[in-house]
């Protein structure tokens, strides 16, 4: 069965994101074999489903470039602490209770919530990666799913377990022949090696090697805290990425979530070595991280820079327009500069970088030949009255716009959400289901 036709009829605004970023009034746009077919003012076939576009702007899809979909599970679980303390005495105690019927639920949950507010496509990192694949798959969402990798808990115990090592590689292994079984467009998987401080020498270096050898995608968080700076430095004599840079670990295949507490030469390094950064200015707001990631110096030396929500656990939303506008207040507020990352630089961030971090081409702007994955916003919301032309517009979109004003979410040619429904998924059930599942993690 081929995928559905879309006419999306003269929609007031669209936001392009082309190569000379054209935003357009009054045009349509056609949409076959999840391909944009055509984007013009004059009249376009009919088709399977119809949106009228009055009061509507079509926007790239949104891409949430670190997520751990599952975590949904864990919202409002464990509030107001220390990262460490947080991780070591509540999230990695709950996390052994999940099972991967618990993930799917908890993706699904994470999938509904992201298409509902215009995100197209994720990278996750998470314990049983192929539930967050069938979860998004279900909800019809475009994933990188990463497989998470650690092998030691304990930091000053890099040597680490030999079980877990092995444990680890192996499903892997099989979650990336899981992935090629599927044969799906929208899937991709990835390596996620969690952290330096949670993977040995050993796992750093085979991650590599086999990302190398079948030019796979690797996730890490990097330099999320200066704690870990601090210890690793102590026992390294080096900083995390300066380390990684001396393993042959940094590449343009590397997607780095965090990058907080960099120093110029780390940022050099990841300039030079084209690692990909994943920027999640909400989490570290929220655990108080200590720092604002250099992330103007960085896009000023040409690093692609991504937009991340992270775990529902540390935000606690998944929605991307309050990233977008967090990512846009904190660095003018660091640098007592309101130039600095102007709104229309953060939803690039938003969309085209996203995709450009994944590799996914053709994809992050809305253009004749490119994929169609879109977002419609309802303009009929008193947040986003009035629209004072283009500019204003950008502004509304980023400084005012919730998820919440999504309508539509199209996804590789297929309504995802259409007209406020979410189309393949019963969504009462969702809630019902998840509302039961929890209790697990009340239980001593
Ligand atoms: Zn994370």
């Known amino acids: 069965m081929g995928k559905p036709t879309i006419a999306l009829k003269n929609l007031d605004w669209i936001v392009t994101q082309d190569d000379s970023r054209r935003i357009l009034k009054g045009y349509s746009i056609y949409i076959e074999d999840g391909i944009i077919a055509d984007v013009s003012t004059g009249s376009i076939p009919e088709a399977d489903y119809t949106l009228q576009g009055g009061w509507k702007a079509a926007i790239p899809g949104l891409v949430n470039l670190h997520t751990h979909a599952a975590m949904t599970l864990l919202r409002s679980y464990a509030e107001d602490m220390p990262l460490e303390e947080w991780l070591r005495t509540r999230i990695w105690p709950a996390e052994r209770k999940l099972t991967a019927d618990l993930c799917y639920l908890g993706a699904l949950l994470a999938c509904m919530e992201m298409a509902r507010s215009g995100t197209t496509c994720f990278l996750d990192m998470y314990y049983h990666p192929e539930e967050s694949v069938k979860a998004a798959l279900k909800v019809g969402m475009r994933i990188v799913a990463s497989v998470g990798i650690i092998d030691t808990f304990d930091p000053e115990d890099r040597r680490s377990d030999l079980k877990l090592r092995i444990y680890s590689r192996r499903s892997a292994e099989r979650f990336i022949d899981y992935v090629k079984s599927l044969g799906d467009d929208r899937v991709k998987a990835a390596l996620g090696p969690h952290a330096p401080y949670t993977c040995s020498d050993d796992t750093l270096m085979w991650v590599r090697d086999r990302s190398e050898r079948e030019n796979l995608l690797v996730h890490i968080h990097l330099a999320e805290t200066r704690g870990e700076q601090s210890r690793f430095e102590k026992m390294y004599g080096r900083r995390e990425i300066e380390y990684l840079d001396s393993l042959g670990f940094l590449t343009d295949r590397v997607i780095a979530a965090h990058c907080v507490w960099l120093s110029p030469r780390e940022i050099e390094i990841i300039a030079s070595r084209r690692v990909k950064v994943a920027h999640c200015p909400i989490s570290n707001l929220k655990l108080a991280v ?86 419609i916003i309802d303009l009929r919301k008193p947040r986003l009255q009035p629209i004072h032309g283009a500019e204003g517009l950008i502004s509304n979109i980023v400084y005012a716009c919730s998820g919440s004003d999504v309508h539509s979410t199209i996804v590789d040619g297929e309504p995802v959400v259409w007209y406020n429904r979410i189309v393949n998924i019963d969504e009462e059930e969702v809630y019902e289901r998840v509302a039961d599942a929890i209790r697990v993690f009340r239980e001593a």
């Open 290 to 375: 200590g720092g604002v990631a250099p992330i103007p110096d960085m896009i000023g030396k040409g690093v692609v820079v991504g937009l991340g929500t992270d775990g529902a656990a540390s935000n606690n939303s998944l929605d991307m327009f309050e990233t977008m506008k967090a990512t846009a207040l904190i660095h003018k507020w660091y640098r007592w500069d309101p130039t600095t990352l102007p709104a229309w630089r953060v939803l690039e961030a938003a969309t085209i970088q996203g995709y450009r971090a994944l590799g996914i081409d053709k994809a992050g702007y809305i253009g004749i030949g490119a994929r169609a994955d879109i977002a």
